[in-house]
Antibody, heavy 119, light 107 residues
Framework: EVQLVESGGGLVQPGGSLRLSCAAS????????MSWVRQAPGKGLEWVAT????????YYVDSVKGRFTISRDNAMNSLSLQMNSLRAEDTAIYYC????????????WGQGTLVTVSS | DIQMTQSPSSLSASVGDRVTITCRAS??????LAWVQKKPGKAPKSLIY???TLQSGVPSKFSGSGSGTDFTLTISSLQPEDFATYYC?????????FGGGTKVEIK
């Protein structure tokens, strides 16, 4: 069974940093594209970032470029999102998602972790 | 960036109804369109990719169609567990973009 378990969310002040992690199990992690998608309170879904299976390609939404970094450790079956210079508008539930092997869009999702940016 | 526009933004329907949601892309995305179901407090669930291909385990009451800029999601017979918000997402280019969502409510 595919499992994606996010951790690392919490309350952080504006300008602060947070690192989200996603522990993957039940599939061959190293051959799948992986993504982060977020949902702000009362808002719709927003794609944040995607990483290629070998980590050689990374894509970001403009609003987080230069502040967020997506990475992965295929030996540990783990996906991460380093978030720096956090802003109030980054407040959201962050979902880890497994994309397809060849069609790069989410097929499985974690339960999410809440990030709140507030003073 | 490609803009995705869904209509309607909400709808009321009864159990057993056939429901259709539309999604329009601001430019040609071929068949690179996915549909995602979201319920409050729950993880999103992917339903369809490549416009019409069901994700594994998704019941056949869900169907998708379209290509280019115009797409539809159809639920053939609405059941209580289908009341949710549905989002389209283009997977043609980066940045990936979602539509604003269509909330399907009980009439």
């Amino acid at each position: 069974e595919v499992q994606l378990v996010e951790s690392g969310g919490g309350l952080v002040q504006p300008g602060g940093s947070l690192r989200l992690s996603c522990a993957a199990s039940g599939f061959s992690f190293s051959i799948y594209w992986m993504s982060w998608v977020r949902q702000a309170p009362g808002k719709g879904l927003e794609w944040v970032a995607t990483i290629k299976p070998d980590g050689s390609e990374k894509y970001y939404v403009d609003s987080v470029k230069g502040r967020f970094t997506i990475s992965r450790d295929n030996a540990m079956n783990s996906l991460s999102l380093q978030m720096n210079s956090l802003r109030a508008e980054d407040t959201a539930i962050y979902y880890c998602a497994r994309d397809g092997r060849f069609v790069v869009t989410p097929s499985c999702w974690g339960q999410g972790t809440l990030v709140t940016v507030s003073s | 960036d490609i803009q995705m526009t869904q209509s309607p933004s909400s709808l009321s329907a009864s159990v057993g109804d056939r429901v259709t949601i539309t999604c329009r892309a601001s430019q040609d995305i071929s068949k690179n369109l996915a549909w995602v179901q979201k319920k409050p407090g729950k993880a999103p669930k992917s339903l369809i990719y490549a416009a019409s291909t069901l994700q594994s385990g998704v019941p056949s009451k869900f169907s998708g169609s379209g290509s280019g800029t115009d797409f539809t999601l159809t639920i053939s017979s609405l059941q209580p567990e289908d009341f949710a918000t549905y989002y389209c997402q283009q997977h043609n280019t980066y940045p990936r973009t979602f539509g604003g969502g269509t909330k399907v409510e009980i009439k």
